[in-house]
C-alpha cells in the first residue's frame, strides 16, 4: 500500500555517509535511534522537512506580497494564518533547527510595512531548517498581478503536496490531502474573491 | 474488513447522503444558484457510481441509499439550502480525507481529488474555507 521504496532510495542519496543508519534503524521515528544517530532522518522526517520547506517558501512569498502591497493585509492575512499552521502541521515533530542555521523567527505576526524584508532564513517555529531557501521572486508593482501571482503559488504548492502522497505514511498521507485542498481553497478566494 | 474497504463504504454512504441533500439544495436554493447546485449533485451522483465500483473491486458489497435522510437543519428558504450544500461538503470532506488514510495507490489519489473538489465547493456556498478541509480534529480551532 505504501510505496516507501522510491522514498527510501532518495533519503539514502540525500544523506550520503549516513545511508548505513537509515537502513539499520530509523525508519520510524525512535528516540533511541535519533539519540545514538543523531545526523541521521528516518524517512518520514525528510518527507516531513521537505512538505514544511514547500509552505514555508509560499509563506515568504505572503510575507513579500505583505511588504510591498500593505493595502492587501485585510485580504491576505487570514489566508496566511493558514500557511502558517501549515507549516507547523507539516514540519518534523519535535523538530530544531540543525547546528548552524539562524534561530528560527517568530512567524505568527505578518511583516508591517516599516519591517525590514523578510530574509530568506528558516521560516517557521521551531524551525524545519531550510538548507537551501528559495529566493522569492521580485512582487509585481501591480496589486492585482500580485494576488494572481499568489493565487498561482498556491496552485503549484497543492500540487506538491499532492505529488508527495503516493509515498507518504497513512496519517500524513490524510494531514497533506488537507492542506493541498486547502490551498485550492485559497487559490479560489484569491482568483474569484476579487470580484 | 481492509482499512480501504471500510472506509470505502463510509464515503459511498456520505455520497448517498449528498445526493439525496442536493435534492433539497435544488429545490430550495434559489435562480441563482441553482445551475451550481446541479452541477454539484450531478458531480456527487458520479463520485457515488465510482466508489460503488470501488467497493466491489475490494470485495465488499455496496451500502445502498436510505430512501430519506434526516437533515441536519430545516431549509425552509435560500439561505438555509446554501448552507445544507457547505454542511453536505464538509461531510463529504471528512469521510474522504479518511480514505486517503486507508487507501494508497490511485484510490488515494482519488480520494484526494474528491477531498479537493469538496473543500472547494464548500468555500464556494459558505463563502469563507478553513485552515485544514476534512480534518474535523482540528476544525475546532478555525
Known sequence: MERTGTTRRRALLATGAAAAAVLTGCSRDEPGARRATPRSESVETVLRRRSAELSGALLLRYDAVLTAHPALAARLTPLRAEVVRHVEALAPTGSRPRPGTPPARSVSRPPSPSSPAPSASGPARPGPSVAASPAVPPVPADAGAAVRELAAAERTTADGHTAALSGAPPEYARLLASVAAAGAVHAYLLTEGSR | ?142
Request: hydrophobic share 50%; charged share 25%.
Open chain 2, 1 to 142: 474488513m481492509s482499512d480501504a474497504l471500510a472506509a470505502a463504504q463510509a464515503a459511498l454512504a456520505a455520497e448517498h447522503a449528498a445526493v439525496y441533500g442536493y435534492g433539497v439544495v435544488g429545490g430550495r436554493v434559489g435562480e441563482a444558484r441553482r445551475a451550481e447546485a446541479v452541477a454539484a449533485y450531478a458531480s456527487h451522483r458520479a463520485r457515488r457510481d465510482a466508489l460503488e465500483r470501488t467497493v466491489r473491486d475490494l470485495g465488499g458489497k455496496p451500502p445502498a441509499a436510505q430512501a430519506a435522510y434526516a437533515l441536519p437543519f430545516a431549509v425552509p428558504d435560500t439561505a438555509a439550502a446554501v448552507r445544507l450544500a457547505a454542511v453536505l461538503e464538509d461531510r463529504v470532506a471528512g469521510v474522504y480525507s479518511d480514505l486517503v488514510r486507508a487507501a494508497g495507490g490511485p484510490l488515494r489519489h482519488d480520494a484526494a481529488a474528491a477531498l479537493r473538489e469538496a473543500a472547494v465547493r464548500s468555500v464556494r456556498w459558505r463563502g469563507t474555507g478553513v485552515a485544514f478541509p476534512g480534518l474535523a480534529e482540528r476544525a475546532a480551532a478555525q
